[in-house]
């Protein structure tokens, strides 16, 4: 047999250079973030990254489905201010995540997602799961990029990262062929950048100037009022908020990712009452949400009124309605600077009649909803259930709303208690998020309690990945407002179609969601008394596990912005 070379001429060791592997390096450059978790389903593409995580001590949460992956992460990012991170296969792992990605950009969450592809030395030749995923992801992320080589693995990880936050957070992609994946190379040719190093704080108060004319405008308003949206809580702004309504004596109404800044009950806390609100107010702050559909495009806002808007980014300040102001920044660094500003200048006195007018209006409301709200009807109505979960909440439940018409009922009853504490898919209006919500919330702050109510449509999109909270010992208090329908699209089909033909695509089985929670190693029960849910939720809770109630809930129900259509106007 011939012999090499080495064997007939032994040489002197040589010190090999230390080499890493392209899934190591993701893993360092996501442990430089403050990444402690990825969520994920398992692909060939992708398996060195688990080794790295392995390795870095970052937790690998297996889902179901890659859509649950992509939520997740775009949760996480919500609970814990943190980027979030998803890997996925290459192909369908990457297309099954396309909605999860849409829904973070929409809604303006940090979050990367991470791909598989087929090595670059098959580029373009037919490779397995092989798409275009780049071109897939570009207009729905604020970076999308292929990593062309290893030794850019860990590099262009924290670029994506640095990506998203630039102005509005959003998510970012990137694919790393399977070559560049798992292909070394010698330690000092891949950088990884330093923690903590390799972005700016963009804690930015924009022009001064601004800053003061919007605090003259505040001082020497009659009837200001401020909506504050989610960028409230996404740039953790949430503190300033509340001591700028506080200090300058404004009404506040919040919605999305920002309701709970101030509780329930604070007298500058108001919530039923804000069209009114606007319609007579002189002076309206809008704070980190755009002039979308959920404003009516800003279309709605009286022409009288002095209109001031402050976002992270610069496109969305003026955005479909002119404003008399406009801020671009920190939605919590401007806010504080405002207060400063108008510090000491302030004669509270003068807003005691508005807001007495304004704690009338909202008022009248709740007793005009109250009725419903304490209905004993059966089947149930959905404002008793929203009703009793509102009753059930502490101050650290994090309330979770994935559905149609069942969660925006719940949208005017249930009252979050504290800053960040409620959470919905936002502006894409994505059935499915509840699960993989809930998966985010509670891995992330074990300590938490997570209440949810899905619609039973809702609930279907995503309900496997139930299992995934049994096996990773997740508990949560799930309710299911079952009406054996998809009633928010129902209700326009009939009313444009008639009875027959507008219960076409809408209709769901009579399914009993409590006993799939059963089936899978959770706690289940079946609600069909308005009194029974309050102890049902309870017994949810002692229980510890993962858990759907399903509620019975009237079909013939709507919700009034549903039955205005007000969505589409
Ligand atoms: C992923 C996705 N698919 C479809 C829709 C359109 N859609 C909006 S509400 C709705 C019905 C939801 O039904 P359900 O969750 O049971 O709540 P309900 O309206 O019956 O209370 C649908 C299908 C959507 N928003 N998201």
Not at 89 to 97: I, N, Q
Not at 495 to 502: E, I, L, V
């Amino acid at each position: 047999m011939a012999q090499t070379v080495s064997e007939t001429h032994p040489v002197a060791e040589v010190n090999e250079p230390a080499t890493i592997s392209g899934g190591h390096l993701v893993a360092k450059a996501l442990k430089a973030e403050g990444i402690d978790v990825i969520f994920t389903l398992c692909g060939g593409h992708i398996i060195d990254i688990y080794d790295g995580c392995v390795d870095e001590g970052i937790a690998v949460v297996d889902v179901r489905h890659e859509q649950v992956a992509a939520h997740a992460a775009d949760g996480y990012a919500r609970v814990t201010g943190k980027p979030g991170c998803a890997v996925v296969t290459a192909g369908p792992g990457t297309t099954d995540a396309v909605t999860g990605v849409a829904n973070a950009f929409r809604a303006e969450s940090p979050m990367l997602l991470i791909g598989g592809q087929g090595a670059l030395n098959q580029h373009k030749m037919g490779s397995l799961q092989d798409l275009p995923h780049v071109d897939m992801m570009t207009p729905i992320t604020k970076f999308a990029a292929t990593v062309p080589h290893t030794a850019r693995v860990a590099d262009m990880v924290s670029m994506a990262f640095r990506e998203c936050f630039n102005g509005a957070p959003g998510p970012s992609f990137l694919e790393i062929p399977r070559d560049s994946l798992d292909n070394s190379v010698p330690v000092d040719q891949a950088t990884v950048p330093e923690a903590g190093r390799y972005r700016a704080s963009t804690k930015s108060i924009g022009d001064p100037a601004s800053i003061e004319a919007l605090a003259d405008l505040l001082v020497r308003a009659e009837k200001p009022v401020v909506l504050l949206g989610s960028q409230v809580w996404t740039s953790r702004g949430s503190d300033a908020a509340v001591e700028f309504a506080r200090q300058l004596d404004i009404p506040a109404y919040m919605n999305g990712a920002a309701r709970g800044t101030l509780p329930p009950g604070d007298p500058h806390h108001f919530h039923l009452s804000r069209r009114y609100a606007f319609n007579n107010a002189d002076l309206i702050l809008i704070v980190g949400t755009p002039f979308d559909f959920r404003m009516g495009y800003g279309r709605r806002l009286p022409k009288s009124a002095t209109v001031v808007q402050i976002d992270l980014d610069y496109r969305t300040v003026g955005k479909n309605r002119d404003i008399d102001l406009g801020l671009v920044g920190d939605p919590g660094a401007i806010l504080a600077a405002v207060t400063q500003a108008a510090s000491g200048r302030l004669r509270k006195a003068d807003r005691k009649a508005w807001f007495a007018e304004l704690h009338a209006e909202e008022d009248a409301s709740y007793q005009k909803r109250l009725p419903r709200q304490l209905s004993d009807a059966n089947p149930i109505h959905p404002l008793r259930l929203a009703h009793e979960i509102n009753e059930f909440l502490t101050e650290d439940s994090i309330y979770i709303g994935d559905g149609g018409d069942i969660v925006t009922f719940s949208g005017g009853v249930v009252q979050p208690k504290s800053p960040g504490h409620w959470m919905d898919p936002g502006p894409l209006g994505t059935l499915g998020v509840g699960i993989p919500f809930v998966l985010a919330a509670k891995y992330a702050q074990p300590e938490k309690e997570v209440v949810t109510l899905f619609g039973d449509g809702a609930f279907s999109l995503t309900g496997w990945d139930f299992e995934t909270l049994v096996r990773f010992n997740l508990p949560f208090v799930g309710v299911v407002g079952n009406n054996s329908s998809m009633n928010q699209i129902r209700y326009g089909q009939e009313a444009k179609y008639g009875q027959s033909r507008g219960r076409i695509g809408n209709t769901l089985g009579d399914v009993r969601y409590d006993e799939f929670a059963r089936m899978l190693g959770g706690y289940g029960e079946e609600v069909r008394d308005p009194k029974d849910i309050g102890p049902a939720l309870q017994r949810a809770r002692e229980s510890g596990l993962p858990s759907l109630i399903n509620v019975w809930v009237d079909p013939d129900a709507y919700a009034p912005g549903t039955m205005n259509q007000t969505m589409y106007k």
